[in-house]
Each structure stands twice: as structure tokens, then as C-alpha cells.
């Protein structure tokens, strides 16, 4: 059974940085890319970012570019996004997922559970 599992979320100001965390069990990250989506309220859900162990970063949505940085530590099949000059806007519910192709949520077949992120003053 695939099971992945978001954490880290949190309360930032606008501005800070924060970093959420995938762990991944009954998968490989060699299996296929895992990405992050988010929905933020009322709004649709939005792919992030995608990664595959072979080619490293293979997908950033245009509203996160330059901000967010996806990596894996492979050995601990876990799963990261780094997150920084972060807005109000960036207030969401974070998943992490798999299979992951161009930001595509038509593509998922496992969705974690979320971790809300607030970001507000």
C-alpha cells in the first residue's frame, strides 16, 4: 500500500521560509516522479513542483519558480520542499503525490495527506 505522508506545515509571516517534508512508504522514489500540489481555499488544486531521482527537478509552476526548491534524500525516501519569500497567496493545503508529470493532477494516483500552511502577519 503506497502511503505518503506531508508534514512541516505551519504559521509564517510573509516573507520567511519554511520547509515541508514527504515521507513515502510502500514506493520508490526510483518507482516514478512525486511531486507537491496545493489548493488553496476556494481555488483549484495547483501541481508545484515534480522530481524524479534520475533527472532531479523536472516540473515548477510559474507561481512558485525561483522561490520553492523540491529535492529527495533518497536514502530516506522522504520527500522536500523548500519554500521561501513566501506570500499570502502561498496560503494552502500542501500534498504531496505521485505519480507526478508536469504538475498534472490528472496523473495522481496517490495523494498524500495535506499540511496546511498560513501565511499571514
Known amino acids: 500500500e503506497v502511503q505518503l505522508q506531508a508534514s512541516g506545515g505551519g504559521l509564517v509571516q510573509p516573507g520567511g521560509s519554511l520547509r515541508l517534508s514527504c515521507t513515502a512508504s510502500?514506493?520508490?522514489?526510483?518507482?516514478?516522479?512525486i511531486g507537491w500540489f496545493r489548493q488553496a481555499p476556494g481555488k483549484e488544486r495547483e501541481g508545484l513542483s515534480c522530481?524524479?531521482?534520475?533527472?532531479?527537478?523536472?516540473y515548477y509552476s510559474e507561481s512558485v519558480k525561483g522561490r520553492f526548491t523540491i529535492s529527495a534524500d533518497i536514502a530516506k525516501n522522504t520527500m522536500y520542499l523548500q519554500k521561501s519569500s513566501l506570500k499570502p497567496e502561498d496560503t494552502a493545503v500542501y500534498y504531496c503525490?505521485?505519480?507526478?508529470?508536469?504538475?498534472?493532477?490528472?496523473?495522481?494516483?496517490?495523494w498524500g495527506q495535506g499540511t496546511l500552511v498560513t501565511v499571514s502577519s
Open positions: 503525490a505521485a505519480p507526478c508529470y508536469n504538475g498534472d493532477s490528472d496523473f495522481v494516483g496517490h
Open positions: 510502500g514506493v520508490s522514489f526510483d518507482d516514478y516522479a
Open positions: 522530481i524524479t531521482t534520475s533527472a532531479g527537478p523536472t
